[in-house]
T-cell receptor, first 114, second 117 residues
């Protein structure tokens, strides 16, 4: 079965704390892509990152970093020095077949308090 | 450039009526997707278009749901005889759709909030 699990439903932190959002995926395919999307209170899903199954190199973009580990089927997302503007629902997603439909996790609602 | 646009932004309809939701993808994007977001079910895939054809309709929940795409651009999702469980936000996304692969990121529109009373 193809599945994405985000076990953390809600996380609350204080500004400037680091926070990690967990994502565990299941797929039988050897070629697949993993994504993170952000959904701020305005509602529109914003693309953050794409990784393919052949590239386990970690990625850093400003305060954001991603840790992809095939051995544990995880693709975790860390925000360093969180800010109030980071408050949103974050979705991890998997695309595994021709056409690329996304299988989403249930989302993690992050609340960053000043 | 312009992003994905959807109309209407909100739609309230009575149970049993038909509704049409429209999506305008990013220019040049050959792949178009419809998803549904509801509190109970999260984000669910409905249908995928590559050009004007729909190779994957596996997410359509019933035969009351249909979609078409014309000119490789605008898409319309139609729900016939709406039911209360159809209430959700309907999201459209588009991507470059290169080589019919899953690699391209999808860009989402703002969604249409459908409420069935």
């Amino acid at each position: 079965a193809q599945k994405v699990t985000q076990a953390q439903t809600e996380i609350s932190v204080v500004e400037k704390e680091d926070v990690t959002l967990d994502c565990v995926y299941e797929t039988r395919d050897t070629t697949y892509y993993l994504f993170w999307y952000k959904q701020p209170p305005s509602g529109e899903l914003v693309f953050l990152i794409r990784r393919n199954s052949f590239d386990e190199q970690n990625e850093i973009s400003g305060r954001y970093s991603w840790n992809f580990q095939k051995s544990t089927s995880s693709f975790n997302f860390t925000i360093t020095a969180s800010q109030v503007v980071d408050s949103a629902v974050y979705f991890c997603a998997l695309a595994y077949n021709q056409g690329g439909k996304l299988i989403f996790g249930q989302g993690t609602e992050l609340s960053v308090k000043p | 450039g312009a992003g994905v646009s959807q109309s209407p932004s909100n739609k309230v309809t009575e149970k049993g009526k038909d509704v049409e939701l429209r999506c305008d993808p990013i220019s040049g994007h050959t792949a178009l997707y419809w998803y549904r977001q509801s509190l109970g079910q999260g984000l669910e895939f409905l249908i995928y278009f590559q050009g004007n054809s729909a190779p994957d309709k596996s997410g359509l929940p019933s035969d009351r749901f249909s979609a078409e795409r014309t000119g490789g651009s605008v898409s319309t999702l139609t729900i016939q005889r709406t039911q209360q469980e159809d209430s959700a936000v309907y999201l459209c996304a588009s991507s470059l759709g290169r080589y019919y692969t899953q690699k391209d990121e999808q860009y989402f529109g703002p969604g249409t909030r459908l409420t069935v009373t």
